[in-house]
T-cell receptor, first 114, second 112 residues
Framework: DGGITQSPKYLFRKEGQNVTLSCEQNLNHDAMYWYRQDPGQGLRLIYYSQIVNDFQKGDIAEGYSVSREKKESFPLTVTSAQKNPTAFYLC?????????????FGPGTRLLVL | AQSVTQPDIHITVSEGASLELRCNYSYGATPYLFWYVQSPGQGLQLLLKYFSGDTLVQGIKGFEAEFKRSQSSFNLRKPSVHWSDAAEYFCAVGAVYNKLIFGAGTRLAVHP
């Protein structure tokens, strides 16, 4: 069954701790994305990757880092430098880099600060 | 600047009534437009998209949207709302560097 999986569903972060959110897709998509969702603000782009071993900053990359070592995986690390990490994080992928291509979304990870 | 505006934060309709959710965009080139729906605590599901051609596009779950270039709008419509349509709806425009620019969303409540 093809799709995008995100884990964990809920994640708790302590002060000063780095945490990593997992995103895996078996759609054979080239491009992958991370968005942050806050109430009343829609989705904002954190990082995106068009091919393996390459990624670019989005609009709100500060305090986050990513890697793209495999085509199917695009993990997001929320570092201690991100002072307000509480949000709903959504991963997405698309077949290729064309503007007309649809982005497909995973079920999301909710990050909470203890 | 590229942007998407959804003027209505919350909308409440009665079951069986018609629905129109508004979306206005600002984008210099030919816009590629999308509507997504999100149930609470879930990811986003694509309802429909417009790239070119017929300005009235049909989507899933009985939704349709009309692209009006002169008004920079891409409003979502449904002739008869079901209780299961209660969710948050996002309009988005495909921008350069493969980004999607989202509106802030419209939360739909459906009264029985």
């Amino acid at each position: 069954d093809g799709g995008i999986t995100q884990s964990p569903k809920y994640l708790f972060r302590k002060e000063g701790q780095n945490v990593t959110l997992s995103c895996e897709q078996n759609l054979n998509h080239d491009a992958m994305y991370w968005y942050r969702q806050d109430p009343g603000q829609g989705l904002r782009l954190i990082y995106y990757s068009q091919i393996v071993n390459d990624f670019q900053k989005g609009d709100i990359a500060e305090g986050y880092s990513v890697s793209r070592e495999k085509k199917e995986s695009f993990p997001l690390t929320v570092t201690s430098a991100q002072k307000n990490p509480t949000a709903f994080y959504l991963c997405a992928s698309r077949r290729d880099s064309g503007r007309q291509e649809t982005q497909y979304f995973g079920p999301g990870t909710r990050l909470l600060v203890l | 600047a590229q942007s998407v505006t959804q003027p209505d934060i919350h909308i409440t309709v009665s079951e069986g009534a018609s629905l129109e959710l508004r979306c206005n965009y600002s984008y210099g080139a030919t816009p590629y437009l999308f509507w997504y729906v999100q149930s609470p605590g879930q990811g986003l599901q694509l309802l429909l998209k417009y790239f070119s051609g017929d300005t009235l596009v049909q989507g899933i779950k009985g939704f349709e949207a009309e692209f009006k270039r002169s008004q920079s709008s891409f409003n979502l419509r449904k002739p008869s709302v079901h209780w299961s349509d209660a969710a948050e709806y996002f309009c988005a425009v495909g921008a350069v560097y493969n980004k999607l620019i989202f509106g802030a969303g419209t939360r739909l409540a459906v009264h029985p």
